[in-house]
Each structure stands twice: as C-alpha cells, then as structure tokens.
C-alpha cells in the first residue's frame, strides 16, 4: 500500500492541511493520518471512501491503480 501512503500525503500537502485539519474532516485522529501516511497501517475501506470523497478523487487513484 506505498503507493497509497504516497498519495495521501501529496494530497494532503497540496491542500495545505495538517495531519491534525485532515483527520478531523474525516473523523480519525492525526497519529491515525499519520500512520497510513508512513505506511505503518492500512485504512478501512470506509475511511478510503471518506478520503476520497474529501479530496475528489477515486479510491482506485489512491490505490494506484490509476493515474
């Protein structure tokens, strides 16, 4: 799942958010941001959909199975 913490932080930076601002979007704290950010953890699918939701992109993009 690198390819999936790699883009959830470029995102993450390209709007400028905190892992805090983020997690509180979503519900999650920012250790929990964190940790898929370094990919220490995976997220459940729910949170996947809420991120990409958050960001409007597909959860396939952020799984990297397109560009």
Do not use: H
Request: proline letters at 1%; aromatic letters at 8%.
């Amino acid at each position: 799942m690198k390819i999936f913490a790699e883009r959830l932080k470029d995102l993450r930076t390209e709007e400028k958010l905190s892992t805090t601002q983020l997690g509180n979007k979503i519900g999650v704290t920012a250790t929990t941001i964190s940790r898929w950010e370094r990919d220490l953890r995976e997220p459940s699918l729910e949170n996947a959909k809420q991120i990409a939701v958050f960001f409007k992109v597909s959860t396939d993009y952020l799984c990297g199975l397109e560009d």
